[in-house]
């Protein structure tokens, strides 16, 4: 049984150091009788965080900026230009491009990671495949689960359902959506919940991507979440449209959906990049308002959607990033909102995602990561870096600390 012991660890504000047991995988409050040997990890003070986690990231479409042309920047333009790169994607090109940010993400800190994989009779289960090897070859540094949607449409798009149900037959344990994307955006929604209800999975779906406020489809998912009990069960992502509410309204729409049990997730990076791209002056941010949500009692999260494609042309796969960009976009600066930034590619994306183990007390999983940084709230403020990680208590990375070369007198 492996056994590590940790020391002169830091869990939050303050100087106080503790120490941490970890047994087969998990947290413990002391080793059992039958423990006679571990290892011993002294972090000098360092900051310990339970590993962050990605609840929205499109691996199957990363890395593809080299094959596409930017001219309008906006949804529709990433849209097919996506579409042609993917009628030349094979599963080897698929699994080499999510690796690539899979790597960068585990040097970032992530631990889970919730992936959608578009499914459509063009592209067929070959990203799917290839999301499935990599879920396979990399869970000894990241859990990854994959959610399969309709990118290209659902009702409209014919062998498209029967591809969705393959894969989650096979292997896939979330399904998505992208209603916009429908010849009838309520019609798809009403199915996607006939069949999640069927396979019995949590849905995550792209909704309400534009600055427009006319023709929310959000009232219709908490309709089906309420109408098929499915309450803690659903995600709705982007939904830009929220940014464009007044105060009452919000608040009323806020406590519908957490009594409901609707979640919401921002991608800020790429709503940034595609949201307002019609004002040249006094451009909105077009972010959905995860704070008033919270206070409203919405379960939300924060997380990267796509990194190195006509959504997002850029990224590091770095969660802390992504929570630093949405506290300078809104506004939120205090350390109490800076925590909050923090819970919402931590903690609150735990919740999200129903992930029962996560933490860092006795009985959770021993994902962690280190910083060295004064507080949790500096991580997000500072954009901090970790210096190493570990899933189930074995280590998965390392990061040396920077040198400076001071000239000699």
């Known amino acids: 049984m492996s056994a590590l012991k940790i020391i002169n660890a830091r869990l939050g504000d303050g100087n106080r150091c503790t120490e941490l047991y970890v047994e087969n995988g998990h947290f413990v409050a002391s080793f059992s009788s039958y423990t006679s040997h571990w290892e011993t990890l002294d972090l000098h003070g360092q900051l310990v965080l339970p590993g962050l986690i990605e609840t929205h990231i499109h691996l199957d479409k990363a890395c593809i900026m080299q094959r596409c042309h930017l001219h309008e920047g906006t949804l529709a333009e990433a849209v097919a230009q996506t579409r042609a790169a993917k009628a030349e994607f094979t599963e080897d090109d698929v699994y080499r491009r999510g690796a690539q940010v899979l790597d960068k993400a585990i040097v970032q800190g992530t631990t889970h990671m919730r992936t959608h994989v578009e499914l459509d009779p063009q592209i067929g289960l070959t990203g799917f495949n290839a999301i499935r090897r990599l879920q396979a070859d990399y869970a000894w540094a990241v859990s990854l689960e994959i959610c399969v949607f309709p990118q290209e449409g659902l009702l409209n798009n014919t062998g498209t359902e029967a591809l969705l149900c393959q894969a989650l037959e096979s292997g896939a344990t979330v399904l998505g959506?992208?209603?916009?994307?429908?010849?009838?955006?309520?019609?798809?929604?009403?199915?996607?919940?006939?069949?999640?209800?069927?396979?019995?999975?949590?849905l995550d779906l792209h909704l309400d991507f534009d600055l427009n406020p006319e023709g929310m489809t959000v009232m219709e998912v908490a309709r089906c979440t309420q109408l098929h009990g499915w309450g803690g069960r659903v995600t709705i992502g982007h939904v830009t449209k929220l940014s464009t509410l007044p105060r009452e309204p919000l608040t009323v729409l806020g406590r519908h959906l957490a009594k409901v049990g609707v979640q919401v997730t921002c991608l800020p990076s790429t709503d940034l990049f595609l949201m307002g791209r019609e004002a040249f002056h006094n451009k909105p941010r077009g972010l959905a308002p995860l704070a008033h949500l919270h206070a409203c009692g919405v379960t939300c999260s924060v997380s990267t959607n796509n990194i190195g494609n006509p959504f997002t042309p850029y990224g590091d796969a770095s969660l802390v990033r992504q929570a630093n960009l949405f506290a300078n976009v809104s506004q939120?600066?205090?350390?109490?909102?800076?925590?909050?930034?923090?819970?919402?590619?931590?903690?609150?994306?735990?919740?999200?995602?129903?992930?029962?183990?996560?933490?860092?007390q006795p009985g959770c999983r021993a994902d962690f990561i280190v910083f060295d940084a004064p507080s949790p709230a500096a991580v997000i403020a500072e954009i901090s870096a970790p210096l190493m990680g570990f899933k189930g208590g074995r280590q998965t990375f390392s990061r040396p600390a920077g040198t400076l070369m001071k000239p000699r007198d």
Not at 187 to 202: K, M, N, P, S, T
Not at 342 to 347: D, I, N, P
């Open 177 to 202: 959506g992208c209603p916009y994307m429908d010849s009838d955006p309520q019609g798809q929604i009403q199915r996607l919940f006939e069949l999640a209800v069927r396979y019995d999975c949590d």
């Open 332 to 360: 939120m600066g205090t350390v109490a909102e800076l925590l909050q930034c923090l819970a919402w590619v931590s903690s609150e994306s735990a919740r999200l995602l129903r992930l029962p183990d996560y933490g860092l």
